[in-house]
């Protein structure tokens, strides 16, 4: 019987074998901005890079694929939509699962349909368990049924990737009681103070704080309050209409900090 951190291995050891790894840390230690500048979601998806980022996330993975030990096995049928690497689909597929994996970047899919000849040939995983499919999701219309939804599309705030628009238009795929995971995200929001020097960046309405070349650093100016919580069971809005009071600790502020969990 696999387990998930030995299952984790694997997959890292072969993302790092083919220089993956490698390619994401040199990435990392640059700008990440100009790479969200120039990606187009609507049309690709996000980079393979992102995808590696994902996996490299080992609390973030080990504990999706948690979930994954709690619900998938034998005779249940499990979507997920942006397979990325595939080591949550492949993973459900060696619990039991029946799995379709939905991918719209061309190197990305390529990268999770070689990943799923390297585990058949290795005799980790059946073949005739799992389908890789690769489309935009919303021109995905499958005669399945699906009793598990792995979709985490999920942007800080819930920006950029379409989480939202997902979720709708996969609900007529679901069985009555589907498992959806993530479950839902909330997101908060406080008022700080960042040093942009003479940065370009002033009026940007996305900047990563997590950028090594950037090297942006902020203080909190005010309280951080949830403003959104949503639940992927229930969703069908595509906006947030919520006031918020922010009440400062001290003068200045301006730029607004978004969290998510």
Do not use: W
């Amino acid at each position: 019987n696999m387990n998930k951190t030995d299952f984790y291995k694997i997959i890292y050891d072969y993302c790092e074998r083919v220089g993956y790894i490698t390619e994401l840390e040199n990435r990392l230690a640059g700008s990440s901005l100009d790479i969200i500048q120039s990606e187009n979601i609507e049309k690709d998806g996000l980079h393979t890079l992102d995808a590696v980022h994902c996996l490299l996330d080992k609390n973030r993975t080990l504990a999706f694929m948690g979930e994954i030990d709690t619900y998938a096995h034998q005779g249940l049928t499990l979507l997920e939509v942006g397979l990325g690497t595939g080591i949550l689909a492949f993973y459900a597929a060696i619990k039991g699962a029946r799995v379709i994996g939905v991918e719209i970047n061309d190197e990305t899919f390529k990268l999770s349909r070689e990943i799923l000849l390297y585990l058949s040939k290795s005799g980790l995983l059946d073949l005739d368990k799992v389908s890789l499919v690769k489309s935009d999701i919303f021109n995905f219309n499958p005669k399945d049924i699906f009793d598990i939804v792995v979709c985490e599309n999920i942007y800080t705030g819930l920006f950029r990737e379409k989480q939202i628009q997902i979720i709708n238009h996969i609900k007529k795929f679901q069985s009555n009681d589907c498992i959806l995971i993530p479950s839902g995200v909330t997101s908060f929001v406080s008022l700080v103070e960042v040093d942009f020097k003479d940065s370009p960046l002033v009026g940007s309405e996305v900047v990563p704080f997590a950028d090594n070349k950037l090297e942006l650093k902020y203080s909190p100016i005010t309280n951080v309050i949830q403003y959104d919580s949503v639940n992927f069971n229930l969703i069908d809005r595509l906006l947030v209409d919520k006031s918020v009071t922010l009440i400062r600790a001290r003068q200045g502020g301006n730029a607004l900090a978004i969290y998510s969990n």
